[in-house]
């Protein structure tokens, strides 16, 4: 019997040991643009170390479905990495903690339309997973140094025995 992860909610207090969640919740923190605008300022501390620097890109990536085989994780010990869907659908993130350079109990989670997630270095996360198309998202993370080994900031583990993220209950 395969592992179950069952999806939960994202939120901002059950993803604060992996990142932040950005999404336009609440009053904003400032109202500009003459009052037509709300500015949710400063959300996700961006990170690029070792020579790198942040940059924005944007993933086209083919949508999944539940149940999800998870086979890998990774993460990127020099930098941050923030997913930004441009889609209005929900979509999937999946992290665990990390043991001892291993990676723990995934836990997945089900972003609502409207949220996205940085990464802080060095978080285990699945890839890039839409749950319909279009799975367009811009991307903000580390651009490496010409040169660079692509291994430098990417480490990925294959676990023995894939987990399914499935629907609760
Ligand atoms: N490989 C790449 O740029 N994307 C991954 O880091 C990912 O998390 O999807
Ligand atoms: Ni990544």
């Known amino acids: 019997m395969t592992a179950r992860i069952p999806l939960t909610p994202l939120t901002a207090a059950a993803f604060a040991p992996f990142g932040e969640v950005l999404e336009a919740s609440g009053p ?3 109202v500009i643009n003459q009052g037509n605008c709300g ?52 979509w999937l993130v999946i992290v665990t903690p990390d043991e001892g350079g291993i990676p723990g109990r995934p836990q997945a989670f089900r972003a609502a339309p409207g949220q996205g997630i940085n990464f802080a270095p060095g978080t285990w996360h699945g890839v890039l997973t839409p749950l319909a198309a279009p799975g367009l998202f811009a991307v903000v993370d580390r ?7 692509p291994a430098a900031n990417l480490e990925e583990h294959w676990f023995e025995a894939p987990w399914q993220v499935v629907e609760p209950g």
């Open 28 to 30: 904003p923190d400032r």
């Open 39 to 90: 500015r949710f300022h400063d959300l996700a501390t961006l990170v690029a170390e070792g020579g790198g620097r942040i940059g924005v890109n944007l993933f086209d990536a083919l949508p999944r479905a539940l149940p999800y085989t998870l086979d890998m994780v990774e993460r990127h010990p020099l930098g941050s990495q923030a997913f930004l869907p441009m889609h209005p659908h929900p």
């Open 143 to 149: 651009i490496a140094p010409d040169g660079e080994d």
